[in-house]
T-cell receptor, first 113, second 113 residues
Framework: DVKVTQSSRYLVKRTGEKVFLECVQD?????MFWYRQDPGLGLRLIYFSYDVKMKEKGDIPEGYSVSREKKERFSLILESASTNQTSMYLCASSLAGQDYEQYFGPGTRLTVT | GENVEQHPSTLSVQEGDSAVIKCTYSDSASNYFPWYKQELGKRPQLIIDIRSNVGEKKDQRIAVTLNKTAKHFSLHITETQPEDSAVYFCAASRRGGADGLTFGKGTHLIIQP
């Protein structure tokens, strides 16, 4: 059974703080993804990674960076949090190749005040 | 980049009736079209997907149809039940689950008893 976990379910941070969101998967998946989910906007891709130390920009990378030092862990970094980054953040992972689905983590609801 | 439009944003049907949710996409190179169901407070979960070499796929009460020429695909749920109440998202990608998904904005399906 695939398990994707995220470090926090709820997080409250102040404007200007550096924020780390962590995602861990236990199924040896090569691909990992970060999305943000906002009401009425669906899920939007921030960054993704096909392998350790590799990263690709998604549709809305501005204000974010990522780190993938180990295969099972993918971190999303908000260098200087702003109120417009208040959102639900969802991590996902999948096996390499086109035949496999993406599995999502439970999400982290981040509030920036 | 890809753009996915989803309609309607809210759909209310009587229990036992059918529900249809429609999506259109813009990138003719997209070849993978998953549907995710998200219950309140839970993570998105894949319920069915279709690839561009197939026109229709069924799984019990759920079916998905794809028209590549018109660039649209639809989710059909028959004999709806209370547990079908959720938000449904369509998505598209060029390389299956190995690529970042472009999501529609979601449809809130309400099953009326």
């Amino acid at each position: 059974d695939v398990k994707v976990t995220q470090s926090s379910r709820y997080l409250v941070k102040r404007t200007g703080e550096k924020v780390f969101l962590e995602c861990v998967q236990d199924m040896d998946h090569e691909n990992m993804f970060w999305y943000r989910q906002d009401p009425g906007l669906g899920l939007r891709l921030i960054y993704f990674s096909y392998d350790v130390k590799m990263k690709e920009k998604g549709d809305i990378p501005e204000g974010y960076s990522v780190s993938r030092e180990k295969k099972e862990r993918f971190s999303l970094i908000l260098e200087s949090a702003s109120t417009n980054q208040t959102s639900m953040y969802l991590c996902a992972s999948s096996l390499a190749g086109q035949d496999y689905e993406q599995y999502f983590g439970p999400g982290t609801r981040l509030t920036v005040t | 980049g890809e753009n996915v439009e989803q309609h309607p944003s809210t759909l209310s049907v009587q229990e036992g009736d059918s529900a249809v949710i429609k999506c259109t996409y813009s990138d003719s190179a997209s070849n993978y079209f998953p549907w995710y169901k998200q219950e309140l407070g839970k993570r998105p979960q894949l319920i069915i997907d279709i690839r561009s070499n197939v026109g229709e796929k069924k799984d019990q009460r759920i079916a998905v149809t794809l028209n590549k020429t018109a660039k649209h695909f639809s989710l059909h749920i028959t004999e709806t039940q209370p547990e079908d109440s959720a938000v449904y998202f369509c998505a598209a990608s060029r390389r299956g689950g190995a690529d970042g998904l472009t999501f529609g904005k979601g449809t809130h399906l309400i099953i009326q008893p």
